[in-house]
């Protein structure tokens, strides 16, 4: 966990009284809604269908159980009693009143938490890998430059007003758990032939209506020069981006138009003509920053635990170990994934109980520590082996410890139409039936890895692009009508997905999926093959004849 200053608490407590201000004089009509709308988006407030709608950062992923505890406060005293976590490690409140979302602010500020530039055109929460620190094999820690990326961005102004949000990614590890080509500026750390620390900067990278894969610009940056080298491409962005054309004003649109290469070149203009000395970190501003994350103290415990083979015999505790448990670097721990992903249920949601329960879980068996992943489920990330059996038992309890995760009911989907005022479609509802339809433990792992991920609309929150299988709602003719594509995936070899054919009825959605994934247990090369590479094998026309054949 990192240790938060009075810097950052001062920072807070006036960004809190400034906003109640502003709250109070939108409420007096001091303020019209078109003259607040700028001030409540950079505050993470938005005006959804029914109501405000309020997102909280959760920088890189990462809570302590007494913020969690916070969280769960705001969702009973000032929502509806639950929260949804969302693609990009934040958290969202459905059903918030203006007038008490200072006191909401102020409420979480206590505990170093809150919601600035979660939107508007700036630059957005640093996301990082949820398993940061804790996954064997990773170069180092990812949070320690997310932490650096989030002191340096944070109302940075001459990035306040950018063409349009932007967004940061950063992995330390081979597999890429935080998705960093499908956001403006992916970052992958790692080391050079001499052994220095530093970053693949990609860039260009986003979904919605004109989805693209950041591109590589330079393969290696010294950790050094990571913000004086991300200042050169916020420069180029500000200055060539669009500001004449909301569907085009995306740094990935100007990427595309300029060519990876011309933009490159660009870039390393601007950054040769800078003067880098103020933003030239010293290996004494790393580690001032690395000395602020405080990390377990772990015991020396053995790799195969008396309690762990007791509980061996227990085929229900055994499938979700099977999958819910992951290797971590340290010998005698694990890392524990928590679904928020039942059966019938909206994806994400947690309810204050479960909030406040996994929070006092954490302590038990994590140190305190909670993380969030953009899969929108949690982790605990420091649980000894032996605890692992009374953990479960905890888990259960409270519903979070459905063995669904990588499954075919581990879906991604945001709120759709049921909330969302740019949705034309609804998400939520096709992925609760979804979950009905894959409910079956044995039948989800006889399919295998496969994800789903669900967008009520273009603007692609549910990652629908990225998907194993794809799903879009549109609007045609008053209709809710749903595009399916397959073949995408969000991990270290991006791939967008291919559409399989016409739109489907929403009625229809769910039967077009058994239909895919019928198709993918009858054309696959054994067990082994995983859905992703049976579609990458055979292309899209088989599949597309099985859902076809009788519409």
Known sequence: MYAYDDIDRTLLSERVS?????????????????????????NGVYLQLHAYMFRVAIPYGTLSSKQLRRLAHVARTYDRGYGHFTTRQNIQFNWIKLAELP???????????????????????????????????EVEDPR?????????????????????????????????????????????????????????????????RTPFLAKTIRHFVHGHDLLSYVEAILRVYNRYGRRDNIYKARIKILVHELGADKFAQEVEEEWRQMDKRVLTLTDADIENVRSRFSYPVYENL?????????????????????????????????????????VGMPPGDATAEQMDAIADLADRYSFGEIRVGHEQNLALPHVAKRDLPALWRALDKIGVATPNVNLVSDIIACPGLDYCSLANARSIPIAQELTRRFANHETASLIG?????????????????????????????????YQITIGGRADENAELGNLIGPAVPYGEVADVVEDIVEAYLALREGPDELFIDAVKRLGVEPFRERVYATR
């Open 302 to 342: 053995p790799h195969m635990p008396d309690e762990l083979k007791a509980a061996a015999h227990d085929t229900r505790f055994e499938a979700w170990r099977k999958n819910s448990v992951a290797p971590h670097k340290v010998p005698g721990y694990a890392i524990v994934t928590l679904s928020l992903k039942p």
């Open 449 to 481: 890895r496969l994800h789903i991920n669900i967008s009520g609309c273009i603007n692609a929150c549910g990652h629908h692009h990225v998907g194993h299988i794809g799903i879009l709602g549109v609007e045609k003719n008053g209709q809710e009508v």
């Open 18 to 42: 400034e906003f109640r201000d502003q709250v109070k004089r939108r409420l007096s009509g001091e303020l019209t809604e078109d003259e607040f709308k700028m001030l409540r988006l950079q």
């Open 144 to 208: 320690i430059w997310s932490e650096i990326l989030r002191q340096y961005t944070t109302l940075h102004p001459e990035f306040s007003f950018l063409p349009r949000k932007f967004k940061f990614a950063i992995t330390a590890s081979k597999h890429d758990r935080a998705a960093i080509k499908i956001h403006d500026v992916g970052l992958r750390l790692h080391r050079n032939d001499k052994g220095e620390t530093g970053f693949e900067v990609m860039v260009g990278g986003g979904l919605g």
């Open 103 to 137: 006191d909401a602010l102020a409420d979480l500020a206590e505990v170093g938490i809150h919601s600035m530039q979660t939107s508007g055109n700036n630059t957005r929460n640093v996301t990082s890998d949820q398993w940061a620190g804790v996954a064997p094999g």
